[in-house]
């Protein structure tokens, strides 16, 4: 069975400040890790992936994420967050192909001015 | 390319109805996935059917829940009898033969009155 936590179910940042959004896996299989960012009243939007390529994955709108499977880890971060960051963001995991995905609980990310 | 097409957006019913939820998947994708959000929880898969088959249907409540997607239109996920713990967001995501992404729709919020 396939498990993500995400760690916090609130983070807040001040614009231009470093974002770090936590995500721990576990898995039997190798994994496939996915990152989905969520605005208000819409669906999700995949931010990025890891497919068992490279290990830093660079994604959508300069965020990216590193796969760590000492640390069973798949942290999301962004150097300088934007106002525009502001959403509900989702880490989850499936064992490739057509599986399934199993998300995390999300945490929303706030970013003052 | 038109994107997953969920309706409708928002739907109200009364303990006891029936609520039907349609998902019109991307051009071109064969897979369908039915996923529920309750309030402050991640999205938990219900069901994946590709036309005409149900694949996996782990996630679905034992009775009330059904899903279907025919050879022609849109995929169904009907529930009977709703009641007022059924209220939350239903999303559909699609993917392609072969592909290990899913794109997500703007979801169907039900509201159990």
């Known amino acids: 069975a396939q498990s993500v936590t995400q760690l916090g179910s609130h983070v807040s940042v001040s614009e231009g400040a470093l974002v770090l959004l936590r995500c721990n896996y576990s898995s039997s299989v190798p994994p496939y890790l996915f990152w989905y960012v969520q605005y208000p009243n819409q669906g999700l939007q995949l931010l990025l992936k890891?497919?068992?390529?490279?290990?830093l994955v660079k994604g959508i709108n300069g965020f990216e994420a590193e796969f760590k499977k000492s640390e069973t880890s798949f942290h999301l971060t962004k150097p300088s967050a934007h106002m525009s960051d502001a959403a509900e963001y989702f880490c989850?995991?499936?064992?490739?192909?057509?599986?399934?995905?199993?998300f995390g609980k999300g945490t929303m990310l706030l970013v003052s001015p | 390319n038109a994107g997953v097409m969920q309706n409708p957006r928002h739907l109200v019913r009364r303990r006891g109805q029936e609520a039907r939820l349609r998902c019109s998947p991307m051009k071109g994708h064969s897979h369908v996935y039915w996923y529920r959000q309750l309030p402050e929880e991640g999205l938990k898969f219900m069901v994946y059917?590709?036309?005409?088959?149900?694949?996996?249907e782990s996630g679905m409540p034992k009775e009330r829940f059904s899903a279907e997607f025919p050879k022609e239109g849109p995929s169904i996920l009907r529930i009977q009898q709703v009641v007022r713990g059924d209220s939350a967001a239903y999303f559909c995501a699609s993917s392609p033969l072969g592909s290990d992404e899913q794109f997500f729709g703007p979801g169907t919020r039900l509201t159990v009155l």
């Open positions: 989850a995991v499936s064992d490739g192909g057509y599986s399934t995905l199993t």
């Open positions: 059917l590709q036309k005409e088959n149900i694949i996996d």
């Open positions: 890891y497919t068992s390529a490279a290990t």
